[in-house]
């Protein structure tokens, strides 16, 4: 049992590193806005970034939407340190933006709107009670909504007429590099589902920090990417407080 539950960990960080990775070289996605509405996938908000960990710190503001309301609407106890846990990414995606040298506020904007529905979304599922539907089920559902959404939404948020006016659509590197995202973001999923059944919400938790870690490490050596002073303080901060939230979850389960 243990030998397999390794072999899910290092199964899910190696799509969670090839998908983020893969998504960065695709350098677009035709199912951006559905994605940022749904996490079903990496979104528009992150093609904005040059630098990987920046939309991962940022993204991390989804679970002190969680906490915030655990703690102010279903008055649960809420432990010192993920109550540090949450101020700590808060304060490193708050500051993120005031020193960032790769400044886009497309990219800022698309990042809220993600962490808003993400947070939204991860609210919904702990609320609602417990579902016929099976993990994959819902998931499967997600991608569903998902095109059917990005069909009614290209149109005003001004994909449908820009396409051919994309630089690379038609270079092959780039419909390779989206077709190898999307498959990687379809296992990224299915790993996740298979890694939140078989471990505990603590060592769940404790993977998903793994592979991030890696992921942001290796983008920094693969990619052009300006990291400042300030910049590397707000990314270790928010480091140390998803580490404390980690341990936090460890602890309670």
């Given at each position: 049992?243990?030998?397999?539950?390794?072999?899910?960990?290092l199964?899910?960080?190696?799509?969670?590193?090839?998908?983020?990775?893969?998504?960065?070289?695709?350098?677009?996605?035709?199912?951006?806005?559905?994605?940022?509405?749904l996490?079903?996938?990496?979104?528009?908000?992150?093609?904005?970034?040059?630098?990987?960990?920046?939309?991962?710190?940022?993204?991390?503001?989804?679970?002190?939407?969680?906490?915030g309301?655990?703690?102010?609407?279903?008055?649960?106890?809420?432990?010192?340190?993920?109550?540090?846990?949450?101020?700590?990414?808060?304060?490193?995606?708050?500051?993120?933006?005031?020193?960032?040298?790769?400044?886009?506020?497309?990219?800022?904007?698309?990042?809220?709107?993600?962490?808003?529905?993400?947070?939204?979304?991860?609210?919904?599922?702990?609320?609602q009670?417990?579902s016929?539907?099976?993990?994959?089920?819902?998931?499967?559902?997600?991608?569903?909504?998902?095109?059917?959404?990005?069909?009614?939404?290209?149109?005003?948020?001004?994909?449908?007429?820009?396409?051919l006016?994309?630089?690379?659509?038609?270079?092959y590197?780039?419909?390779?590099?989206?077709?190898?995202?999307?498959?990687?973001?379809?296992?990224?999923?299915?790993?996740?589902?298979?890694?939140k059944?078989?471990?505990?919400?603590?060592?769940?938790?404790?993977?998903?920090f793994?592979?991030?870690?890696?992921?942001?490490?290796?983008?920094?050596l693969?990619?052009?990417?300006?990291?400042?002073?300030?910049?590397?303080g707000?990314?270790?901060?928010?480091?140390?407080?998803?580490?404390?939230?980690?341990?936090s979850?460890?602890?309670?389960?």
């Open positions: 049992m243990c030998v397999r539950r390794s072999l899910v960990g199964t899910f960080c190696t799509c969670y590193l090839a998908s983020y990775l893969t998504n960065k070289v695709a350098d677009a996605h035709w199912w951006t806005f559905a994605s940022c509405v996490e079903t996938g990496l979104g528009r908000d992150q093609q904005q970034f040059k630098a990987i960990p920046v939309f991962l710190t940022l993204h991390n503001v989804a679970e002190v939407i969680i906490c309301y655990q703690k102010c609407f279903q008055k649960e106890k809420t432990s010192p340190a993920k109550i540090c846990s949450a101020l700590f990414l808060l304060a490193a995606a708050g500051c993120l933006p005031f020193n960032d040298s790769q400044f886009n506020p497309d990219g800022y904007f698309w990042a809220i709107i993600h962490l808003l529905c993400v947070g939204a979304y991860k609210i919904l599922q702990k609320s009670k417990p016929a539907l099976s993990d994959i089920d819902q998931q499967y559902l997600n991608y569903i909504f998902s095109v059917v959404l990005l069909a009614f939404a290209s149109h005003p948020t001004g994909d449908l007429f820009s396409v006016d994309f630089p690379f659509l038609y270079f590197r780039f419909h390779g590099s989206c077709c190898a995202s999307g498959f990687l973001g379809f296992f990224l999923m299915f790993s996740t589902v298979k890694l059944n078989l471990l505990a919400p603590g060592q769940c938790a404790a993977w998903i793994f592979a991030k870690i890696i992921t942001a490490g290796l983008s920094i693969l990619f052009d990417a300006i990291l400042t002073s300030a910049t590397t707000c990314l270790l901060l928010g480091a140390l407080g998803e580490a404390l939230l980690v341990f979850e460890r602890k309670s389960s």
